[in-house]
Structures are given as structure tokens and as C-alpha cells.
């Protein structure tokens, strides 16, 4: 028996409809038991510092616990690695920086492709790097260091949480715009290096605000200068590097990634809930007090940032023949 054109209709559009239940009904009850965040750093730096932060604006909206799990080394590459391997349920995140749109360089031999198999959730934020001094150190300026090192070549040790981190770039790309010799001496993670240059084991560093504002302003470390054009709300009195290097740049940003196959449904409502954070004047404040700028946006504006990123530092690292530790 045929039935009529309209109840055909209207039986078919139920039937489409019918696989989205599933997938509005999960998103809405997600989560039901705790989330997990990987963060490819040890306790203490700014991965550490942002991860914990932001777990814990969606722990209070997701009325679920936001569990961190540190996994450093090999350049962040093994938490990475956790999250690609998980499965794509929203339960396992990771705390996406610059350090892995490097690795997709850096390493030759990777078990996964990090823009494949990383679902961009959301990014959080940008920060430059800082040019930091033991205060011992006899330069206080940028000239004045540039030209104590010209004087000692090979002289001063550089330190940095890694070979192809952030800081290590940011201090390569010195090197050579200065023209100086200095000794990378690279450590696993920012927190170990940092011990070292406020005990004075090494003399100079390149790192975010985030883990040194507080060092700055007790005067434990010197700033010399800022790596962006911009000045930072936190040190308004800290030159940028482009003063004096004309071009100099360098940045490191976060965000949070998911496995490849996570329902959109999930990304999405994880999306709103760090945007809405952002958005937060409290999260705003303590943000700005660590020397970030806010990001945000869709996913899909995340993952532009990735593949930008990885394309720029590809270029870097070949030039510069950077191999990892």
C-alpha cells in the first residue's frame, strides 16, 4: 500500500532526524565522570600554570572534576601521544602549544600527525617571550648585552626547556639577528631551567611572562626586553626586542585539542565553555596579570593557527638545522 505523499514525508524527516538524538542527548549529559587534560610539561610552567586555570573554570561549569596530568618530555610529544591514542570521547584532552606545531618539524619520526589527529578545540591565548638576566649579569640593556657578547664569545650559557622549545627559538633567532655566539644549554622543562638562571648556574633565557612576572617584579630575575612589537600591560616599561633587532618576533600560544573522531557535539559545547572562560573578567584579569593576550574563537579558527604555525617554525627549524635532544 502507498502511502500518502505528506505522511511519506513526514515519516522520512523523522527518520533523518532521528541519528541526531543520540548526539544532542550526548552532548547535553557530557560529562559524566571526570575529564582529563595532558600537559606535555612538568608542574610549574606555564603549561602547568594555564592547564590548571582553565581546568578549573570547567571543572565549576561542567560540575564535573578536571583531572591534570602532567606527561613531559620528548617536546611534549608523549602527552601528545596519550591524546591520539585515547578514545575520541571528549575525556581525554591536551593542552595544545607552539611546541607542537614545531615537532611536526622538529621530529622526523613521529608516531602521529599532530593536524590529522588533533581535533583543535579552542585557543586560549598568546605570549611573547621575555629576555631574561641573572641579576649579576653585567648588562643591563640590550645593547649592553649584545655587545658583552660579541666581547665573550661563546661565553654566555643560554637556557631554554629544550632543544626546539619556544624559548630555544626565540633565542636561536637572537643568536642570529645579534650576531652572537652564545652556549644553548637546553633542560626538561621551563621550571629546572629557571631554578638555574635565578641561582646563576646560567645567565640568559627567553621565556613567557607567565612563569617570571612575579621573579621580575622581586627583583629574582632582569628583564631586558619583550619579544613582540607590543609592549606588555604587566612591565609597560619593557622595551620590545624589534627596537633594536628591527624584525625580531616570536610567541608561544595555547589551546586545548582533543583526539581525532571527538563528536562535534562535544568539541563544540567545550568551545563555548573556554570562550565563555575568556570572557570572564576574573579570567581576563588573572590572564593579563600573567602577561597573556586572549585568543579564543571557533575551532576552526584554532586549527588556521596550527597549520600557520606549523608552516612558519618548519622554515626556521630547516634553516637553522635544529635536530631535538
Partial sequence: MKLPRRQFLYLAAGATALPAIPRIARAQTYPTRPVHIMVGAAPGGAFDILARLMGQWLSERLGRPLVIENRPGAGSNIAAEAVV??????YTLLLVSSANAVNATLYDRLSFNFISDIAPVASIVRQPQIMLVNPSFPAKTVPEFIAYA????????????????????????????AGVNMVHVPYRGGAPALT?????????????PIEVVEHIKTGRLR?????????????????????????????????????????????????????AALGDPRVKARLADLGATVLGGSPAEFGKLIAEETEKWGKVIRAANIKPD
Fill in 150 to 177: 660579541k666581547a665573550n664569545p661563546g661565553k654566555i650559557s643560554m637556557a631554554s626547556a629544550g632543544n626546539g622549545t619556544g624559548p630555544h627559538l626565540a633565542g636561536e633567532l637572537f643568536k642570529l639577528m
Fill in 223 to 275: 628583564a631586558l626586553a619583550v619579544s613582540t612589537a607590543a609592549r606588555l600591560d604587566v612591565l609597560p616599561d619593557l622595551p620590545p626586542l624589534d627596537d633594536f633587532l628591527k624584525g625580531y618576533e616570536s610567541s608561544t600560544w595555547f589551546g586545548i585539542g582533543a583526539p581525532r573522531n571527538t563528536p562535534t557535539e562535544i568539541i563544540g559545547k567545550l568551545n563555548n565553555e573556554m570562550n
Fill in 85 to 90: 591514542k585515547a578514545s575520541a570521547d571528549g
Fill in 196 to 208: 638555574d638562571l635565578i641561582g646563576g648556574q646560567v645567565q640568559v633565557m627567553f621565556i613567557g
